[in-house]
């Protein structure tokens, strides 16, 4: 994959740079001539999913358009590898060093981990989607990240879909609120999050598209999904709550449509690469 969105990221970059460079580099001022050119790489040091290599490219051409920067993979699984080639000033390309593995780094980190999660189920037809658990300003860079790794995204946005969860249950009635929610917007999808039967038989018979069976244990989340779709078979169903790779087998036994884990976004661990000098 390739990422291409980078109007949408302009703003986080510039962040990104003016935080690490606001007072500049002397380090590396002092250290390197001005004149100095050289050759770098970039090395993926373990195992794991590429993701964010197109980034890299333009972090470092926005610190200086002078940089020249060869990538030899696309955005994937991979081993062990050089995955980029980079030349141009020294000073500038150390200066961009941090930054650019900041970004390249989580967001590898983030598509690895959901890779690893789908390697978990990939007998099942269950898919693996992320919520809106993000680091703030990095939304589009997660979300992308979590395709890479093979799973897919959940809302992008609170306007992209009606969820209805235990919060605004407490303040109306179900029936009342999924009808407000049918006229006021009409195109919108509508979730409802239940948390146990009684919940779930008043959902069951309601014009919603999906349910959300949050903090169930296995065994009663199959019993719901089996329900569900004696029911109603065009409801999806997404199971979220806690799950993790050790549980995740168990819960996509159950047979969701999906599994939502705020983990892959919130809790993913960066990648190991480096940039090293030639």
């Known amino acids: 994959m390739k990422f291409k969105n980078f109007e949408s990221i302009e703003?986080?970059?510039?962040?990104?740079?003016?935080?690490?460079?606001?007072?500049g580099d002397p380090s590396t001022e002092v250290s390197i001539g001005q004149s100095s050119v050289s050759d770098f790489i970039l090395i993926l040091k373990e195992?794991?999913?590429?993701?964010?290599?197109?980034?890299?490219?333009?972090?470092?051409?926005?610190?200086?358009?002078?940089?020249?920067?060869?990538?030899?993979?696309?955005?994937k699984y991979s081993e062990p590898r050089v995955f980029a080639k980079i030349n141009g000033p020294t000073?500038?390309?150390?200066?961009?060093?941090?930054?650019?593995?900041?970004?390249?780094?989580?967001?590898?980190?983030?598509?690895?981990?959901?890779?690893?999660?789908?390697?978990?189920?990939?007998?099942?037809?269950?898919?693996?989607t992320d919520t809106r658990k993000t680091i703030p300003g990095w939304r589009i860079l997660d979300k992308y990240s979590v395709l890479v790794g093979g799973g897919s995204?959940?809302?992008?946005?609170?306007?992209?879909?009606?969820?209805?969860?235990?919060?605004?249950?407490?303040?109306?009635?179900?029936?009342?609120?999924?009808?407000r929610s049918k006229s006021n917007f009409p195109k919108l999808k509508?979730?409802?999050?239940?948390?146990?039967?009684?919940?779930?038989?008043?959902?069951?018979?309601?014009?919603i598209d999906r349910i959300m069976l949050d903090n169930w244990?296995?065994?009663?989340?199959?019993?719901?999904?089996?329900?569900?779709?004696?029911?109603?078979?065009?409801?999806?169903?997404?199971?979220?709550?806690?799950i993790n790779k050790?549980?995740?087998?168990?819960?996509?036994?159950?047979?969701?449509d999906i599994i939502s884990l705020g983990s892959v976004t919130h809790s993913a661990r960066a990648l190991d690469i480096s940039l090293e000098l030639l």
């Not at 809302?155 to 009808?179: F, P, Q, Y």
């Not at 509508?190 to 014009?207: A, T």
């Not at 050790?246 to 969701?256: D, G, H, Q, S, V």
Request: include cysteine; glycine fraction near 4%.
């Open 47 to 75: 195992p794991g999913v590429l993701s964010g290599i197109d980034l890299a490219e333009f972090v470092f051409k926005k610190f200086d358009p002078r940089i020249n920067f060869d990538s030899l993979v696309e955005d």
């Open 153 to 179: 995204n959940h809302r992008i946005d609170l306007g992209e879909m009606i969820m209805i969860k235990d919060n605004h249950l407490n303040t109306g009635n179900l029936e009342e609120i999924v009808n």
């Open 246 to 256: 050790e549980t995740i087998r168990n819960y996509a036994l159950c047979l969701p």
């Open 91 to 128: 000073r500038s390309i150390l200066t961009a060093e941090r930054t650019v593995l900041n970004f390249i780094q989580r967001m590898s980190g983030v598509a690895t981990t959901v890779y690893e999660y789908k390697k978990l189920i990939q007998d099942l037809d269950v898919d693996i």
């Open 190 to 207: 509508i979730e409802v999050e239940v948390e146990n039967e009684k919940q779930l038989d008043e959902v069951l018979f309601l014009p």
């Open 11 to 23: 703003k986080l970059i510039d962040i990104a740079i003016n935080e690490d460079f606001a007072n």
């Open 217 to 242: 244990d296995p065994e009663k989340a199959s019993k719901a999904v089996k329900k569900i779709r004696s029911k109603n078979k065009d409801l999806l169903i997404e199971i979220s709550g806690g």
